[in-house]
């Protein structure tokens, strides 16, 4: 406290108690008599006075509110957030790279469970491609006879099936391709039954591509699962490209699109597909 308050409470002490205990004489008509002083209104006005004229604090008002740490983050938080000229609040770029990674991540978690597997290994296999590229990747992820035999390196008729090529337009058809029949089948004949069929596929297909000399059969897979759906109801109208044909004849227009775009070369994969589909 510093040595001026000190001096100004004093003062005040000092006039409150001598007009309370001290008395004062008054003058009447009977003589002198002493007549005890009481602190009026006007008296503790002159205190106020007094002090203010000292230099002392003055009396706090009453119904002064002061902010909340609640109202004061609720301010900052306000002040934060900006708004767009239509008047809806702009959300930060973190915040959005969050929402779409959410939403894709959730996407993902609702595709069925053996073809979110598959669409894992495409997806790495063609993440090493990339990385490695074409010739590297044949060597290592190419299905090799010898090496998947005798070097025991099983993997190989794993990407075998699972390598589409460069990332490309047709990469991105056969990609689709490989989620929509694949989801199909899985949904109509359960994901155990799927199972079966795709291991069987692999092992078949890995013995017709050893004779044919195909490193990869990602696209005979492909042709074999809609070949199966085909089969399962054959005259049902459905659109492809820009054509209403019966689904029996779909494979065949893949192949078809394939050999007109690749040469006659590009039919093999999905004979070996549309033979393999059968046992």
């Not at 990407?159 to 949904?187: C, D, I, K, N, Q």
């Not at 990869?216 to 109208?237: E, G």
């Amino acid at each position: 406290m510093s040595p001026l308050k000190f001096h100004n409470l004093c003062l005040a002490a000092f006039i409150l108690l001598s007009t309370k205990t001290s008395p004062c004489l008054a003058r009447d008509n009977t003589g002198m008599r002493s007549v005890p002083f009481v602190l009026t209104k006007s008296s503790s006005s002159s205190i106020q006075s007094i002090l203010e004229l000292r230099g002392g604090a003055k009396s706090r008002k009453r119904g002064s509110r002061t902010a909340s740490l609640t109202s004061l983050d609720t301010k900052k938080a306000n002040a934060a957030k900006k708004k767009t000229a239509s008047g809806a609040t702009k959300v930060g770029k973190a915040a959005d790279e969050a929402s779409a990674l959410d939403n894709t991540m959730k996407k993902y978690k609702a595709i069925l469970p053996l073809t979110r597997v598959y669409i894992t290994l495409v997806g790495i296999s063609t993440l090493l491609g990339t990385i490695l590229g074409d010739e590297t990747a044949q060597v290592l992820l190419g299905l090799d006879p010898i090496r998947t035999i005798h070097g025991l390196e099983l993997w190989r008729p794993i990407t075998a099936a699972s390598f589409l090529g460069p990332p490309s337009v047709g990469w991105l058809m056969s990609a689709y391709y490989l989620f929509e029949y694949g989801s199909s089948l899985e949904r109509v004949y359960g994901t155990a039954q799927h199972f079966i069929f795709l291991m069987g596929q692999v092992l078949i297909l890995s013995i017709y591509a050893m004779l044919f000399g195909q490193p990869f059969f990602a696209s005979s897979m492909i042709t074999a699962m809609l070949h199966v759906l085909s089969r399962s109801m054959p005259h049902q109208k459905v659109k492809w490209l820009i054509f209403t044909v019966p689904y029996w004849t779909l494979p065949y227009g893949l192949m078809a699109s394939d050999v007109l775009q690749g040469g006659a070369a590009a039919a093999l994969p999905h004979v070996l597909g549309i033979l393999t589909c059968h046992f």
